[in-house]
């Protein structure tokens, strides 16, 4: 059949997968398709996703059996259900299997069902996400917390509800989607500063006052940013936005809970808890469950974020589980469990890290719960994806529209549980795979099918 996948032996097998058109080509080629049935141009793009799915190099819509835990059963992308080495999901402190944080989910459950049945505004809240607000606020010295239903509706939310169009967004060139597109779905005046560029930053504030004495400036940046595992400046930026005018808004989505004191993130380990504007982050990564928050320390924007946030206003409310599970993470982060669980992830972080640079690999940014293995060949990133898949490693290979093109990298997702032996086979293998793609004959320019 036609999108049956194709044997695959790494051992003899690089040129025929070189010469198929897998490995060229990009999601790039066919973001904007032209023509005047919406139902049939995208055509060309179901093809070429077809061809990578036929020869193993679609890494992307994979299965889960069981808990995402270091050791986990993974299938598709062409390959039969196998058990391996889980860089792939997103637990930094091992939490979504933890005896506490399942029980507290099953004792909600059972005591208010599994549905929220409304928006925040509408009856959606429960006492867990009402408490859950409570020890958010406590954790981040902040006055006011709401909370939404994903990351991503906290960020696009966040964006949107405090923006318009007669208002200034700055914005780090590396930042989430999520805060992109709400900025360009707030106002068309949206500028990007150079990655942690605090100098670019000042630039930029120095011209929009001196020609905009009276208009709003929102300046997002992240706490740790997900691709290149590095963090900016956030004494200095607080200062810039204080210095202009400005606001200043930092996602925590991928280091509140797995870093800094008591799991207060990059934020408390700069010192900065109760100093910025705005902070938002998501659930996802460290607290074992969808959902989001936006936090501050002014009740008005409270008001704003509720009534004019989208995400907020008009989706379901987190579900009491959902909202017990976090509060249950929340419990277990700042306490000495937690201590003990960074101290692990921290620990597995600067060992893969060295291992890898031992062998010439390139490891971008500082340890934290992410090592980005930068290649930059898309055709490489695809092929070392493959090849560890089928040694049983799972790694998400990122390519466009997650980094720029010709930035392509594996990014692994650590967890306070790999254990050392897992850090060292997968680092051998990671180097294996990675010496083979560097050395796979170059691919097609194109596939045949592109647009």
């Known amino acids: 059949m036609l999108n049956e996948p194709i044997p695959f032996d790494p051992a003899h097998d690089l040129d025929a997968l070189a010469a198929s058109g897998a490995l060229g080509g990009n999601v790039a080629l066919y973001r904007q398709p032209r023509g005047p049935d919406l139902m049939r141009r995208a055509g060309p793009l179901e093809e070429w996703c077809a061809l990578r799915m036929r020869h193993g190099v679609w890494p992307y819509g994979r299965v889960l059996s069981g808990p995402p835990g270091p050791q986990a059963t993974v299938e598709g992308d062409g ?18 299997a933890h005896p506490a944080v399942i029980d507290s989910a099953m004792r909600v459950l059972a005591e208010c069902g599994p549905h929220s049945a409304g928006s ?7 006492r867990y996400s009402t408490a859950l607000e409570q020890e958010l606020a406590r954790l981040l010295h902040c006055q006011h917390v709401v909370l939404f239903p994903t990351g991503w509706g906290a960020a696009f939310g966040a964006v949107t509800s405090l923006v318009h169009s007669g208002d200034h967004v700055l914005i780090d060139a590396l930042a989430h989607a999520s805060l ?12 990007v500063f150079r990655h942690l560029d605090c100098d670019h930053l000042r630039e930029l504030l120095a011209g929009l006052r ?17 691709m290149d595992s590095d963090s900016p400046d956030l004494p200095l930026m607080q200062y810039l936005c204080r210095e202009y005018g400005a606001t200043l808004l930092v996602d925590v989505a991928h280091d509140l809970g797995a870093m800094g004191p008591g799991g207060s993130g990059v934020i408390g380990a700069q010192g900065m808890l109760g100093k910025i504007d705005i902070v938002m982050g998501a659930f996802s990564k460290t607290f074992a469950s969808n959902g989001g928050f936006v936090a501050c320390s002014e009740r008005s924007v409270r008001r704003q974020l509720q009534l004019f946030a989208g995400p907020h206003m008009f989706s379901n409310a987190l579900s009491p589980v959902q909202a017990a599970t976090v509060l249950e993470c929340l419990r277990i982060v700042t306490g000495a469990e937690g201590d003990a669980l960074r101290a692990d992830l921290m620990r597995n972080a600067v060992e893969l890290r060295a291992l890898l640079q031992e062998a010439g690999l390139r490891c971008i940014g500082a340890a934290s719960p992410i090592v980005p293995l930068l290649l930059g060949s898309e055709a490489a990133t695809r092929i070392a ?3 560890l898949a089928r040694e049983q490693v799972f790694v998400n290979p990122m390519e466009f529209p997650g980094v720029p093109l010709g930035a392509a990298r594996l990014r692994l997702q650590l967890m306070a549980q790999h254990t050392p032996a897992q850090i060292r086979r997968a680092a051998g293998l990671l180097a294996s795979a990675v010496r083979r793609a560097a050395e796979a004959p170059r691919p097609m320019l194109r596939p045949a099918s592109a647009a």
Do not use: P
Request: charged share 10%; proline share 0%.
């Open 385 to 387: 994806g493959m090849l």
């Open 180 to 191: 992109r597109q709400g900025a360009a779905a707030a106002t068309r005046n949206v500028a």
């Open 79 to 96: 390959l039969a259900a196998a058990q391996g080495i889980n860089f792939a999901s997103q637990d930094y402190l091992s939490l979504a």
């Open 120 to 126: 925040a505004i509408l009856l959606g809240n429960s």
């Open 210 to 226: 001196a020609v905009d004495a009276n208009g709003a400036i929102l300046v997002v940046t992240e706490g740790l940013f997900s």
